[in-house]
């Protein structure tokens, strides 16, 4: 079993932006920080060349500590790490060299550029949280590749923007800091309360990116370490019971399918027991319940947000019975949907047709007809998407998509004109 605390990669980001100030006063990670701090105090000794060392190493010491906490949090564990476990390898170097240079960049582009040097800033403060994440799950090559920073964000999402203005608003904070605490403050207490701040937030900012990556790792590919720990060291009852079905397929296939049937009846299952009671189904040719189960089984997955696995579901059925259709308009129109967009032309026209023939009085009809007409279309069935078009002028006059549909027959037909 692990004994240590695990975090929920379901839970919002902005919920971990929320509870993340109390990840830094936690174990060791406030004890790192009061220790940096501590050593950070010695550039007060009166000796030459001093204070630049020190504030120099205490800067190098929070950051390895602070990407430790990144790449723990990215890992699933909620509690901070007890110390820098990786210190020595390429990324952290990369890391401590990256936020050096980035920093440096910020102070000094606005002060030789002015409002343009500004927009640099802004712009390296903006792409900066993703490199730094990038050096986690993609390693450091990858992470210096602007390209890789327009695919991660783009996973990444809106959340990318909440980090960021996490991030900036961190920095403000830590410069007002100063200005108010080690500037105009009492020269050695103020400091010390500044570098506390500062090492605070940078412990905060690290955790947060972590917990970005944890609760986008599927998006990533990435794979948390905690999962595959649980995995190993706890297999789960369906782990357990799945096992124990292969091993009595080997005899008595119907028996096997009957163990499944009674655990699938009594809810929300991992995909590869559906999967192998599939399987079980259809070495036996009992179609009929291998249609029935994935009429149940697409529903849930749209249900659940799992489009594309359900969209294979749908065609493992139509390879059984080229007639089968999701049974809900719920279910068939998302799926015909998602189909279209993601490249799946022959089985979006058969989502999107079947939807316009089964329920053609529904609302969402005439928007599946014109998908339907599309998708003829891209397939270069000319023909068949000019006579759909048509009826469905016919079949709904007045509605709202008439002007499209009218717009891409009279395009249709300036073609054909030109070419003959």
Not at 7 to 30: C, I, K, M, Q, S
Not at 222 to 227: L, Q, T, V
Not at 251 to 259: K, L, S
Request: aromatic letters at 8%.
């Amino acid at each position: 079993m692990i004994d240590r605390a695990l975090a929920d990669p379901n839970t919002p980001f902005a919920e971990r932006v929320r509870t993340g100030w109390r990840y830094p006063l936690h174990g060791a990670a406030l004890i790192t920080i009061g220790a940096v701090t501590l050593f950070e105090c010695i550039a007060f000794l009166p000796i030459t060349g001093l204070k630049l060392l020190v504030i120099g190493l205490g800067w190098v010491a929070i950051y390895t500590y602070s990407f430790e906490c990144l790449r723990h949090t990215a890992d699933g564990y909620a509690e901070p790490p007890e110390l820098a476990v990786h210190s020595e390898d390429r990324t952290s170097v990369a890391l401590i060299m990256i936020q050096l240079v980035g920093n440096a960049m910020s102070v000094l582009a606005p002060i030789f550029f002015g409002f343009p040097g500004l927009l640099v800033s802004l712009l390296f403060a903006f792409v900066l949280p993703v490199i730094t994440m990038s050096l986690t799950f993609d390693g450091v090559g990858a992470a210096l590749n602007p390209t890789t920073w327009i695919a991660a964000i783009g996973r990444f999402g809106s959340a990318y923007l909440l980090l960021f203005v996490m991030m900036l608003a961190s920095g403000l904070l830590q410069a007002g800091a100063q200005y108010a605490m080690q500037d105009r403050g009492p020269t050695f207490f103020g400091t010390v309360a500044y570098y506390l701040i500062a090492n605070y937030l940078t412990v905060y900012n690290f955790h947060l990116m972590g917990a970005l990556i944890h609760h986008r790792h599927e998006a990533l590919g990435y794979r948390p370490e905690a999962m595959t720990l649980a995995e190993a060291t706890d297999p789960d009852d369906d782990s357990a019971l799945l096992a124990h079905v292969n091993l009595v397929a080997r005899d008595d296939v119907p028996g096997a399918t009957d163990i499944l049937t009674e655990r699938l009846r009594e809810g929300l299952a991992p995909a590869a027991m559906h999967a192998r009671y599939r399987e079980l189904l259809r070495a036996q040719g009992r179609v009929q319940e291998l249609l029935v189960h994935g009429q149940i089984w697409i529903a849930a997955l749209v249900t659940g947000r799992e489009t594309r696995r359900a969209l294979g579901v749908v065609q493992d059925c139509v390879d059984v019975d080229p007639a089968f259709l999701p049974d809900a308009t719920q279910t068939c129109g998302p799926l015909a949907d998602t189909a279209a967009h993601g490249g799946m032309t022959r089985l979006a026209l058969h989502l999107a047709a079947g939807y316009l023939q089964t329920w053609p009085q529904d609302m969402g009809a005439p928007h599946y007809g014109l998908l339907a007409v599309r998708m003829h279309e891209r397939l270069g069935e000319t023909t068949q998407a000019t006579a759909l078009a048509r009826r469905l002028l016919i079949d709904y006059p007045g509605h709202p998509l008439t002007g499209e549909i009218e717009v891409l027959l009279a395009t249709w037909t300036a073609t054909h004109s030109v070419s003959t």
